[in-house]
């Protein structure tokens, strides 16, 4: 038997099916959203075909160490397929930077290249290049595929920064907030093209950046193996840059086409010393001397 449909009951029943679709297209969302958030690390499973991140990261030992180190490896943490490879401005590896690795549960690399003494006292001396160096020694050495990002231990990183440079095609570009007098460091963006930099430090710069604004893909490095970090404090960015022949035409905005600040050039202030010896003496047999042990170690 032919049921004929009266095109009023057509289009009712027409708009149940939509409007059921639309309900489950916003559940499924929804339920997504739910999954993210009850992970509370933010680690998501099989995400093992992603890019690579090998972050370098050149350290030194301050009393402002550990906080600094610790609050960047708990950031990546949370970031999927990284290889966190951290060189101490030091002779040898320490057992400081060594516990706060493995607690990360973070592949890793530990590496120790010191700035040679004669340069130590150098006014125009820019920090962390040698180690930086040793770090670039070893991806050349032992990676293939993947992106370089250089983050300092004392910046603050937005999560989304990570998800937006695993796909650097060559080198990405993008803001930086508390940086100099104008408390911003960004490349200047019309129609999608990078055509400048908004920096307080132009001085005759190609690339006037900070090291946390940009991320290079590592077939680049391994195409310009001559590439280094300059010596001269200011010009890091700037020389290593120049040095692996782009133009800015190549340079890729992200941070939303760089409209957004998703990392900050934070600098921790220097608090004092524990001194065991502001313990006094009748609290010798206490916590305090662990404590204190314990924090200095
Ligand atoms: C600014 C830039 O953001 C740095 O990337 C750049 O290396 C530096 O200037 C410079 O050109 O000298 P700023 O905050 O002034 O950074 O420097 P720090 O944060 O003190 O040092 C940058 C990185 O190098 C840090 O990860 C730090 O741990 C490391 N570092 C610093 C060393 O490995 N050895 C040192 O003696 C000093
Ligand atoms: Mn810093």
Redesign the pocket.
């Known amino acids: 038997m032919m049921v004929r449909l009266n095109p009023l009951r057509f289009v009712l029943m027409l708009a149940i099916v939509v409007e059921t679709l639309i309900i489950l297209v916003l559940l499924s969302g929804r339920d997504f959203r739910i999954e993210e958030a009850k992970c509370p690390s933010g680690r998501r499973r099989n995400k093992k075909d992603l890019p690579i991140l090998y972050i370098i990261?050149?350290?030194?030992y301050r009393n402002t160490?550990k906080a600094?180190m610790t609050r960047l490896s708990q950031t990546l943490r949370n970031v999927d397929n990284v290889h966190w490879i951290v060189?101490?401005?030091a002779n040898s590896t320490s057992e400081r930077v060594h516990s706060i690795l493995e607690r990360s549960g973070l592949p890793y690399t530990h590496l120790a290249a010191a700035?040679p003494e004669e340069y130590?006292e150098r006014k125009l001396?820019?920090?962390?290049?040698f180690?930086?160096r040793r770090g670039l020694q070893w991806l050349r050495e032992e990676a293939d595929d993947g992106v370089l990002y250089?983050a300092?231990?004392?910046?603050t990183y937005d999560l989304r920064i990570f998800e937006q440079i695993r796909y650097t095609k060559r080198v990405s570009v993008f803001p930086v907030g508390m940086i100099l007098s104008l408390g911003i460091s960004s490349p200047i963006v019309r129609h999608d093209k990078v055509i400048g930099f908004h920096d307080a430090f132009q001085a005759g710069r190609k690339f006037a950046l900070?090291?946390?604004g940009f991320a290079v893909n590592l077939r680049l490095l391994h195409s310009n193996p001559k590439a280094d970090i300059p010596l001269q404090?200011?010009y890091?960015?700037n020389g290593f840059l120049k040095a692996l022949d782009i133009e800015l035409e190549d340079l890729e905005p992200v941070a939303d086409k760089c409209t957004q600040v998703l990392v900050w050039?934070t600098?921790t202030q220097r608090p004092a010393t524990p001194d065991i010896k502001a313990v006094s003496k009748e609290y010798l047999d206490t916590n305090l001397i662990l404590l204190y042990k314990h924090e200095l170690a």
């Not at 990261?57 to 030194?60: F, H, K, L, V």
């Not at 300092?152 to 910046?155: C, E, F, G, P």
């Open positions: 990261t050149p350290t030194y160490q600094d060189v101490e401005d700035t130590r001396m820019g920090r962390g290049v180690n930086r250089f300092d231990d004392d910046n900070d090291m946390a404090v200011s890091l960015e050039h600098r």
